[in-house]
């Protein structure tokens, strides 16, 4: 059985378009990024494979490809729209009736991609929100969401390793822009597939400097 066509909204999985920037928000908060495009796969085997079929077909970068819990594999890729979108259609294509969940992102916001490929970006530490997941997906639909909606910075994305396949973002501002960005992302996912959110109005000093797990 293919797998359906990739677009901006997964199938099973978040079931949301990504949310539209807001209206007067600052510009630095809504600078696209490069595309993004996930794969996930029942198998790890398969799930190697899908990769190899990805950047075979074309010049994408892997940001992430690796098991998640229950034995399941995701792929991560970042590129130009076009590439990324004929990179999707190939790992779709090798995952067969294997895949899981897809995610297209034609204008991701700019910080994903680097805090995928594990290059943290130093902040100060204000108020602190956190989205926990059921999916993978829904981790990435809810962290491009939030950090289009307000001026935050976007602190960890862990996506389904060691946390049976569920997936969660930490980010941080000043709390006005936390809320906002806090309630966008929870908007951009199907309610079923979020765990909780929560607040940290002013985090102790001592967990500022654990945030980053």
Same mark, same amino acid.
């Given at each position: ?36 495009? *996930? ?14 079929? $990805?950047? =075979? ?26 590439? /990324?979108?004929?990179? $999707?259609? @190939? ?8 895949? &899981? ?15 995928? @490929? ?9 108020? &602190? ?6 999916? /993978? /997906? ?13 001026? *935050? ?12 396949? =569920? ?10 822009? /936390? ?7 929870? @908007? ?26």
């Amino acid at each position: 059985m293919a797998a359906p066509p990739a677009t901006g909204v997964p199938s099973g999985s978040a079931g949301r378009a990504p949310a539209a920037p807001p209206s007067g928000t600052g510009e630095s908060a809504v600078l696209p990024g490069p595309a993004l495009g *996930i794969v996930e796969t029942q198998s790890i085997a398969r799930g190697v494979v899908c990769a190899d079929a $990805m950047v =075979k077909k074309a010049p994408v970068t892997i940001l992430q490809n690796h098991p998640v819990s229950p034995g399941k594999f995701v792929v991560v890729i970042a590129g130009q729209v076009a590439a /990324v979108e004929e990179a $999707m259609r @190939a790992g779709e294509d090798a995952a067969l009736h294997l895949i &899981v969940d897809r995610l297209f992102l034609p204008q991701a916001h700019e910080q994903l991609a680097p805090l995928l @490929a594990g290059h943290s970006r130093p902040a100060v530490i204000g108020a &602190v929100g956190i989205i926990e997941t059921a999916t /993978v /997906v829904a981790t990435v639909l809810a962290s491009d969401a939030a950090a289009k909606a307000a001026h *935050i910075d976007l602190l960890e994305m862990r996506l389904g390793q060691g946390i049976g396949g =569920k997936g969660y973002l930490t980010l941080t501002g000043e709390l006005p822009d /936390v809320e906002a960005a806090m309630a966008a992302g929870v @908007a951009a996912i199907a309610p079923a597939l979020l765990v909780l959110s929560e607040i940290i109005p002013a985090p102790h000093d001592d967990l500022r400097t654990r945030l980053i797990f």
